[in-house]
């Protein structure tokens, strides 16, 4: 079948395969042709009557129409025909049992489709079922219905990962607490919030294969806490899947609690500035990654990668740019390396008032924290794309830091500005293709503020040749082309 879409799945059990038949009730509609395909005793039957009651709403019985040859059944607003064509010796007897004009107008689940022959539907949707270790194999291919696999795909994944995760919330003691969704980001890791009586702990649910492992989480949680920092507690884990459960922090987010408590911003701030003197004043654990200057200049390549592309729809030839970027890096912001935890900024940390000193600030999503610059965490706390921070703060935050670790102005100035616009641009490669690549529009409102921080940066006269760069190349991310760009939304789904 040129151009056909495919998909397979497992079906572990009986009630799997009947899940698959009460989706399809959903998904198929009026003039949709499904093939069932299979030996004896594969699940055919067993699909078709699920399906067919998940369409009908009720407990109907479905006998199999292996004698009646067609059984019909009066859906919402639609036929549904269900036929066994295995008795049947040629392609003409289908004629008789009309159908061919039933393939236009009704549901129709036909099993033995070998027996069409030249009347097969060239849109038909193939199903073949085979058994496979304890359970079953679900194979399907269309020439025409590539989205509803797509969505199958999607969906099917979804439930499995949930039943997963159930399975895991049991195990740990945890199966009858309330579970309702707390937060996700820009990975396809995600968290929610259980309740048991009086007692919540956090689920966090990162799908494996997707870069942030849970071990690496465990291992940073571990070195953070022997600091006297607050990581959250591993409660339960199974590394497998990809499934931790956490001491729950609660929900006094930097970002959502100053917006209730003005007063509180410069507390915050200073509470987490003290941290990253604190934590870089003590040793790295070992094995932590450790990029080079020309790591990083590549990684701001995503500006031009995704950013100018979604605005111009020109590759450029970013060579230039990323060496330029590299020897600026190399010669002000590439000396001793600290652990740096990536993502340091409002919305990864929690105020717990309740504890004492440095153990005040609640530590989230550090999992893919590596070795870099000392002032490459306080960029990503001042220079913070989802909001703003009053520029007095963050003066007040570079001297209190720079006096903490003992750093000259003359030294930091021209780091901070480098780290902050290989920041600046890496974000901005990064929204844009969350959008173009991930169907995720919601970053792009973000694009203009991390393009002003970019603005700012790329003053300190010692990046002047970057900046000649940037203004030759990247266009300012104006309303009328944010609009653009989230006109391209989800087109670019490989790169």
């Not at 019985?61 to 019909?72: E, G, I, M, N, R």
């Not at 000193?357 to 530590?363: D, E, T």
């Not at 409102?445 to 970057?466: F, G, K, S, T, V």
């Amino acid at each position: 079948m040129s151009g056909a879409a495919s998909l397979s799945l497992f079906l572990p059990s009986e009630e799997d395969t009947a899940r698959l038949g009460a989706w399809l009730a959903h998904a198929l509609h009026p003039g949709d042709v499904l093939l069932l395909k299979g030996s004896v005793g594969a699940g055919k039957t067993h699909l078709a009557r699920s399906l067919i009651r998940e369409a009908l709403g009720r407990m109907e019985d479905v006998p199999s129409p292996t004698f009646t040859l067609v059984q019909t059944y009066q859906a919402d607003g639609h036929e549904i025909w269900h036929a066994d064509l295995y008795r049947l010796t040629h392609p003409d007897d289908v004629l008789e049992l009309g159908l061919d004009a039933a393939f236009d107008t009704a549901v129709c689940l036909i099993e033995w489709p070998d027996r069409l022959g030249s009347l097969t539907p060239p849109h038909a949707l193939h199903l073949h079922l085979s058994t496979e270790a304890d359970g079953r194999r679900a194979d399907f291919s269309s020439a025409h219905q590539h989205t509803m696999l797509a969505t199958l795909a999607r969906d099917w994944a979804t439930a499995e990962r949930r039943a997963r995760s159930d399975a895991f919330v049991t195990a740990a003691g945890w199966g009858t607490a309330t579970r309702r969704f707390l937060a996700g980001d820009a990975s396809d890791r995600s968290y929610d919030r259980l309740t048991q009586g009086p007692d919540t702990v956090v689920l966090m649910d990162a799908p494996p294969g997707q870069g942030d492992d849970p071990a690496d989480f465990i291992a940073i949680a571990a070195h953070l806490s022997g600091l006297g920092l607050s990581a959250p507690r591993v409660i339960a884990q199974d590394l497998t899947h990809g499934f931790l459960l956490l001491e729950d922090l609660g929900d006094d987010l930097f970002a959502r609690l100053i917006p209730r408590h003005p007063a509180s911003e410069p507390t915050l701030y200073a509470a987490a500035t003290d941290i990253l003197a604190h934590l870089q004043a003590h040793p790295a654990p070992d094995d932590l990654p450790d990029l080079s200057a020309a790591d990083w200049a590549l990684a701001a390549d995503l500006a031009f990668d995704w950013y100018s592309f979604a605005a111009t729809g020109e590759r450029r030839d970013t060579a230039p740019f990323i060496a330029a970027l590299a020897d600026l890096l190399a010669i002000h912001a590439n000396g001793k390396r600290v652990m740096i935890l990536r993502d340091y900024h409002a919305e990864n940390l929690l105020w717990l008032p309740e504890r004492r000193g440095i153990a005040r600030v609640g530590l989230l999503d550090f999992q893919l924290a590596q070795m870099g610059q000392p002032g490459y965490d306080l960029v990503s706390l001042l220079q913070d794309a989802r909001r703003d921070v009053p520029q007095a703060l963050e003066t007040a935050m570079i001297h209190r830091f720079m006096e903490a670790t003992g750093t000259t102005k003359a030294a930091f100035a021209p780091a901070y500005a480098m780290l902050g616009a290989q920041r600046a641009l890496r974000i901005i490669g990064i929204f844009a293709r969350l959008c173009l690549h991930g169907g995720k529009p919601q970053y792009l409102p973000l694009i203009p503020r991390a393009w002003r921080q970019l603005q700012r940066n790329l003053a300190h006269p010692a990046l002047a040749p970057l900046a000649k760069i940037c203004d030759r190349h990247l266009p300012e991310p104006t309303p009328d082309l944010l609009q653009r760009i989230s006109a391209k939304c989800g087109t670019h789904p490989t790169r």
